[in-house]
Nanobody
Framework: VQLQASGGGLVQPGGSLRLSCAAS????????VGWFRQAPGAEREGVSCINSRDGNTYYADSVKGRFTIARDNAKHTVLLQINSLKPEDTGVYYCATVHQSHCTVVGGRQLSLDMDYWGKGTLVTVSS
């Protein structure tokens, strides 16, 4: 199983990007898929996640209203639209999936990092 995140780049504050997560060896349609990011010198954190059956989504408080996760089942990918980017959004963005249909949120607030498969990340740099 391999996952690959793409779509990162250099963008000015206030700009937008659309990240895409594709997989081989597994069909993402059937599993929960999460997006995570790791800023320089910081721990990896969960950003967003989408369930497979009911389509419910999770967003970290820091990205609510700016990020949107969605599935493109025709292409078997998961997209992350990121708008109104801020310098603190800078980091490597990873997608990951787990052998279950729902995202695991710890304490009702944090997305669990306990995923089965991780992809190589894509770098997002927000700078003027």
């Amino acid at each position: 199983v391999q996952l690959q995140a793409s779509g990162g780049g250099l963008v000015q504050p206030g700009g937008s990007l659309r990240l895409s997560c594709a997989a081989s060896g597994i069909t993402l349609d059937y599993y929960a898929v999460g997006w995570f990011r790791q800023a320089p010198g910081a721990e990896r954190e969960g950003v967003s996640c989408i369930n497979s059956r009911d389509g419910n989504t999770y967003y970290a408080d820091s990205v609510k209203g700016r990020f949107t996760i969605a599935r493109d089942n025709a292409k078997h990918t998961v997209l992350l639209q990121i708008n109104s980017l801020k310098p603190e959004d800078t980091g490597v963005y990873y997608c990951a999936t787990v052998h279950q249909s729902h995202c695991t949120v710890v304490g009702g607030r944090q997305l669990s990092l306990d995923m089965d498969y991780w992809g190589k990340g894509t770098l997002v740099t927000v700078s003027s």
